[in-house]
């Protein structure tokens, strides 16, 4: 009977270690063939970008032909009025005509739902280098399917159009410093041609359209006090807490009660305090008769009559007064009258 038992259970355990055996065979087999299938992907990918890159100048001259555009008439035009005409063929322009080898750029076709700032922040630049690189904007309302140049660096493309231009010149305009710009476009010596394209790293827009730069500058006045999600705009709503029809004449962004609150622009503090509805609030004096205002704060950490930096950290968020969760309230106001706050920010 012992002898039967100890059959058994041995029985048992070899029948375990098959399937165990089995498991583990069935799993590497797996194990294996995905491996494969990745390396093979790799390999086909790695063989496509090979067999694209070696076509690309090809490629560059056909559509350039397609377009019935002649490359040395290109050439002949500046970058500006090429991007109006093409964007295909001021991408071509630029890869063409730039110094600077270190800096790439991307053509990118605006999508459902994006805008400038998506797509900027998608590249790791900023609005600036959106500006400064497509001249030909007249506003900045991103159009489905249309073409916008980026680097992926911020900065800005300059174009030699005079033949008095120096590099000297060209930094004081900029306000960044001449050896940067010599080294960004590898450029041994300080000799520029007319039409040579430059990078200039870190710089903000100079030239731009007439429409686009009354914006551009209302846009910077004012920098934005936090960043969030605006929950309620400028305009008619109807009040969250009591139900009624009124005029919002502020944005308001959500945020975490204790989130850094910076002040909007240089100035003067002209009063702190608690009101009803606004709560813990603070209001700035700037100049050209601009006020801002910041309500339902948790912490104050200025004092009237002090002076404050853009950006300086002036409160954090909260939750007083009558709302109904933590959020910023934040007005504009000229000479007393109500402005749009997102008509000055970005």
Known sequence: MKDYLYYLIQKKKDIKTGISFKRILIASLIIIF?????????FLSSKESIALSSLKEEKLENLIKEKGQNLNELFKDNYADVCKRDKELAYIYLQ?????????FVLHTIKLGENFWTVAKKYGVNIDTVIGCNPELEDLKARLNHGIILSNKTGVLHQVLEKEETLDL????YKVDKEKIKQANNLKKEKLNILDMLFIPGAKPVYMSNNLR????????????LCGTYTSLFGTRTHPVTGEKHGHKAVDIRAKIGTWVGAAADGIVIFTGLDENL???IKIQHKDGYTTLYGHLS???VRPW?????GQLIAKTGNSGRTTGP????AIHKNGVALNPLNFLW
């Open 34 to 42: 995905v491996i494969s299938i990745i390396c093979v992907s790799i």
């Open 96 to 104: 063409k005509k730039l110094k600077a080898r270190d800096i790439a």
């Open 170 to 173: 060209i930094a004081e305009l």
């Open 214 to 225: 009354q914006l551009y500058a209302k846009r910077s006045m004012f920098r934005s006090p």
């Open 279 to 281: 709560g813990y609030y």
């Open 299 to 301: 912490k104050i950490y």
């Open 306 to 310: 002090q002076k404050v930096r853009s």
């Open 327 to 330: 959020h910023l309230h934040f």
